[in-house]
């Protein structure tokens, strides 16, 4: 008789993959409930207009959605529209994501923008992650080894300009530097890092950090981590 031989490796393996879809599973379940009953996140972590980021400023009043992936906020009086269909492209469906994840951070229920609209219920992660409580981290970093849906493997010291800098892909893609954010955090780090800033004497801070040591770059990247309400102060 042949026994199967379960290595400790795969075990963990599956342990994590089963862990991952249960928070799937808890995901859209939260996000189904948000839909019956209205969502009013009431968090104290409302996203501020903030004008060196660049991504949630409020200018621009819109609720045209190529616009919104340019990073223009619309209108926060006036709950963007969810099209019934899905719109044809990843992208566009994901601006549709980050324009009602805006409406219910500036205090629009959910229900109001998204009720019996099957198709975004598969995107519900982006919307549920975005509102997660900031973590320490230590929890970012054991949650990079688990991927998630709505959430996206964030570099601390940017991967690319610490490549360009000359520093080692076993630094870049080590367990420090590796951790599990939000998607839509992700997009404004991202385009924070992009825009000039009066604390780096008005450098964006990747060319602030172009010549910068190691050290420097990881402090840079848990601040920018704690600024947005990721890492725990």
Request: charged share 25%; hydrophobic share 35%; no cysteine.
């Amino acid at each position: 008789m042949l026994t199967r031989v379960v290595t400790p490796d795969a075990r963990r393996w599956r342990w994590r993959w089963l862990d991952a879809a249960h928070r799937h599973r808890v995901a859209l379940r939260r996000f189904g409930l948000a839909l019956k009953a209205g969502f009013d996140p009431n968090q104290p972590r409302v996203p501020e207009g903030n004008p060196d980021g660049g991504q949630w400023t409020d200018s621009g009043a819109t609720t045209d959605f190529s616009a919104v992936r340019r990073r223009k906020l619309p209108d926060l009086g006036t709950p963007p529209k969810v099209p019934k269909a899905p719109p044809p492209s990843e992208g566009d469906r994901l601006a549709v994501v980050k324009a009602v994840v805006i409406a219910v951070a500036s205090g629009v229920r959910l229900g109001r923008v998204a009720r019996g609209i099957l198709w975004f219920v598969e995107y519900a992660p982006y919307v549920v992650s975005y509102f997660d409580d900031p973590k320490t981290l230590e929890e970012l970093r054991e949650s990079a080894r688990s991927p998630r849906p709505g959430y996206d493997i964030h570099h601390v010291s940017e991967k690319e300009a610490a490549s360009e800098a000359g520093f080692s892909e076993s630094q870049i893609f080590s367990f420090e530097n590796e951790v599990s954010i939000p998607t839509l955090k992700h997009w404004q780090i991202t385009a924070w890092y992009m825009t000039k800033n009066e604390k780096y004497g008005m450098m964006s801070p990747r060319s602030y950090l172009r010549d910068k040591s190691w050290e420097e770059r990881q402090q840079v990247g848990h601040y920018a981590l704690r600024k947005y309400g990721v890492l725990k102060p």
